[in-house]
């Protein structure tokens, strides 16, 4: 790591060079090849996948993106003749673009039912030739242009489905600018430099910038998720700006002993710098994990993400020592520099409130630590009533047209209409097709079924599918337990003498087995997060109590966050005053991305608080003293990390995207726990309570173990001596007799 920091320093100007080529290559590549993100969710082997695969066997027709524009009005009916010739020939209009295979129009022959029974509400179904993952935005922007273009003072036109969904805007980068704004404050009040204040944030944009142009051009490759990018950017973005600070904060330290820039540049990168990348591959072996679930919609977003945190660790470790190098002393505030030239180095030593906290929670670990757990606990008891299922468009925000064409749907025809299932088979005979012709009567008195179309059969007459509109909304539990009920009992018994095998498709029933099979192999995949992890502490603290409380607060810091989610989008506790919809269920895939990511991100204040720890105790032997010393001299830069980071992730709130908000207040209340409650008070005051059983570990496990650290003891050596030769050992030794870690225990 030294090495690279000196090579860093002397080439700066190169280094900074090849990480503007880097972005600048990356972004030209990315505008030129485009996007192509996929929300396929779909589950080899699943009954709704099966479904689907035999719709679009047997049905080519129906594999194209169907979406629906609704019309209401509030004097006189839909059947009105103004409003029928304004809408036919709206249609007619729609029906001629670029992307739309067919329209269906309530007035035709067969177009009735889409008429509700007080005639205010009707819709129109607009067939694409293309499934909405490979629809063009700009063909769903025509259709979307056209039809609102019929709305006048009486007649409302909104427009609702997954390619209308794509048009939708969403807060652009006012999430990133606001959380980059309030990212640069914290630094600036913290460093007192502007030139400091900022390179954290250059370091940050430019690799974060790198790493999003990178996963556009994943896109080509592999399966990615349309939110895939922005949840790069909120992790890179957090971590690459904290990354930069533990850096550039052990640099100002150096500076301020007295050690030369180019000194000071290499220890930083020689002992933090090797933190940074310790912690960053927490992160990425945390995400990659989800690569044992085997599910391509996953793969992607793991990736990608995983690109992000190793780019920005590697901007930490070689653009920002190039950086430092290049501002020089202005590393450092006026006063500061004005301060050294007056009256010398100093050490810094840790003052003010850290050091009265770390001293505070010595002398009363139990009833802090009591406080903490009571804490964690109750903020962790929503996670008890997580119901995981995919939010529609029911839960977008009120002035959205898709949540309007939702809200007129559910109005006009029921809350069903929004989320049909699909009842799929192969047909082999006459006895099936009696079956199925005598199924829809049996469907129509089944508990939860609102209406069910006749019985539709492909040219070849070989397979055959029906419509069941559910009477509950697509993403409530009653539609759950309804898909249930079909395939347990109400299917079962209707194929009974046939050779009938009748799949269940459609939105609720693909979610639900999505979701079933990311639980089901969920705790295999934190089963396997954690061990690598507590592995990783493991070899580098050489203790084996580090790596379990390690475990034991993140899966405390993952269980909290997961409290405040279901509390702010499942209970809807104040969802819609953040402009987040109103309540619904928790995505089936957060779960498992949130549990990689808090994973990584718990485990950098980990490994910066005990690592400052396990040097103090390798040195003195004392646990009391090497804990209140890893904290007070951590607390401080950890808790301004962490505000940087809450700061960036709330600001993704204003994304107006329901998933990366999730993903925004989840993260950050997870760091607030985790920096707050659990890493400057329940951990400090559980290893005060273990005294020095948090170092044990087996002789035997010693002497097999191999040997790494996380900062080499010679770059402390180093710096000691350099102190020595400096003439500060009589400043040290005076300020010894009051630093805070010389209090008696």
Not at 181 to 195: M, P, R, T
Not at 256 to 283: I, P, Q, W, Y
Request: with cysteine; proline share 4%; charged share 15%.
């Amino acid at each position: 790591m030294a090495a690279l920091a000196r090579w860093c320093v002397r080439h700066r100007l190169a280094a900074v060079l090849l990480w503007l080529l880097a972005f600048g290559g990356a972004t030209a590549a990315a505008s030129v090849a485009g996007s192509a993100y996929s929300n396929d969710y779909k589950v080899p082997g699943t009954e709704s996948g099966r479904a689907g695969e035999l719709l679009q066997h047997g049905f080519p027709g129906l594999g194209g993106d169907s979406d629906r524009i609704v019309w209401h009005t509030d004097s006189g009916t839909v059947r009105a003749a103004d409003v029928e010739q304004t809408m036919t020939h709206t249609l007619d209009e729609v029906a001629a673009l670029p992307g739309v295979a067919a329209v269906s129009s309530p007035y035709d022959d067969q177009g009735a039912a889409q008429i509700s029974a007080d005639g205010h509400t009707a819709y129109a179904t607009v067939t694409f030739a293309d499934q909405a993952k490979d629809i063009d935005a700009g063909q769903a922007r025509a259709v979307v242009d056209t039809a609102e273009s019929a709305g006048t003072t009486g007649l409302q036109v909104e427009l609702g489905g997954s390619a209308i969904g794509l048009t939708e805007s969403s807060g652009g980068h006012l999430a990133e600018a606001v959380g980059v704004i309030v990212a640069a404050v914290v630094l600036f009040l913290a460093f007192g430099s502007l030139a400091a204040s900022l390179l954290p944030i250059a370091t940050a944009l430019v690799s974060v910038g790198t790493a999003y142009a990178g996963t556009v051009l994943l896109g080509h490759f592999m399966t990615v998720a349309d939110f895939a990018p922005m949840l790069g950017m909120l992790i890179g973005l957090g971590v690459g700006i904290d990354y930069a600070l533990f850096i550039v904060t052990r640099h100002r330290r150096g500076l301020k002993r007295g050690l030369s820039v180019t000194e000071s540049v290499t220890n930083a990168v020689a002992t933090t710098g090797r933190a940074v990348v310790f912690a960053g591959a927490t992160v990425c072996i945390a995400l990659l994990g989800m690569l044992i679930l085997r599910l391509n919609f996953l793969n992607g977003v793991a990736i990608a993400a995983s690109l992000t945190v190793v780019l920005t660790v590697a901007a930490s470790v070689t653009l920002l020592p190039a950086l430092l190098s290049l501002i020089g002393m202005r590393a450092l505030g006026r006063r500061e520099r004005r301060r050294l030239v007056e009256h010398g180095p100093e050490p810094e030593l840790p003052t003010g409130f850290a050091a009265r906290w770390s001293a505070f929670v010595e002398r009363h670990p139990k009833k802090l630590g009591a406080i903490a757990l009571a804490v964690m606990t109750l903020l962790a008891l929503p996670t008890l009533s997580l119901h995981l299922g995919t939010s529609d468009q029911g839960n977008n925000p009120a002035t959205s047209t898709t949540r309007q064409a939702y809200d007129l749907l559910a109005e006009g025809f029921g809350p069903g209409v929004n989320g049909p299932l699909t009842l799929v088979t192969e047909v082999h005979g006459g006895s099936d097709r009696l079956a199925l012709d005598n199924l829809d009567g049996t469907l129509r008195t089944t508990e939860g079924v609102a209406a069910v179309t006749p019985v539709t059969y492909n040219s070849g007459g070989d397979t055959a599918y029906l419509t069941v509109v559910p009477e509950s909304s697509p993403q409530s539990k009653q539609t759950s337990e309804l898909v249930e009920r079909l395939r347990d009992e109400v299917l079962p018994r209707a194929e009974t003498g046939t050779s009938l095998d009748v799949h269940v498709g459609g939105v609720t029933a693909g979610y639900d087995d999505f979701a079933d099979v990311i639980v089901g192999k969920l705790p295999l995949f934190v089963g396997v997060v954690i061990g690598l992890g507590c592995v990783l502490l493991l070899l580098a603290f050489r203790s084996v109590g580090i790596p379990l409380k390690a475990a034991a607060m993140n899966v405390a810091a993952v269980a909290a966050a997961f409290g405040v989610v279901v509390a702010i989008f499942q209970w809807g506790w104040g969802s819609d005053l953040l402009g987040l919809g109103r309540a619904g269920p928790i995505e089936p895939f957060l779960p498992v991305i949130m549990v990689s990511v808090l994973f990584g991100l718990s485990m950098d204040y980990q490994v910066f608080l005990v690592s400052r720890m396990y040097e103090e105790w390798l040195e003195t032997g004392d646990n009391r003293r090497s804990v209140r010393v890893g904290l007070a001299e951590t607390s401080r830069v950890i808790n301004s990390a962490a505000v940087i980071m809450i700061s960036v992730f709330l600001a993704f709130v204003l994304s107006g995207d329901r998933v990366i908000a999730m993903f925004g207040i989840a993260l950050a209340a997870a760091v607030a726990l985790d920096a707050f409650v659990l890493r400057t008070l329940l951990v400090p005051a559980l290893m005060h309570l273990l005294g020095g059983a948090n170092w044990w570990l087996p002789g035997w496990l010693d002497r097999r173990l191999p040997r790494i650290s996380i900062e080499p003891p010679e770059c402390r050596s180093a710096l000691a001596d350099h102190e020595r030769l400096a003439g500060v050992e009589d400043v040290l030794e005076k300020e010894r007799h009051h630093d805070v870690r010389d209090i008696p225990g």
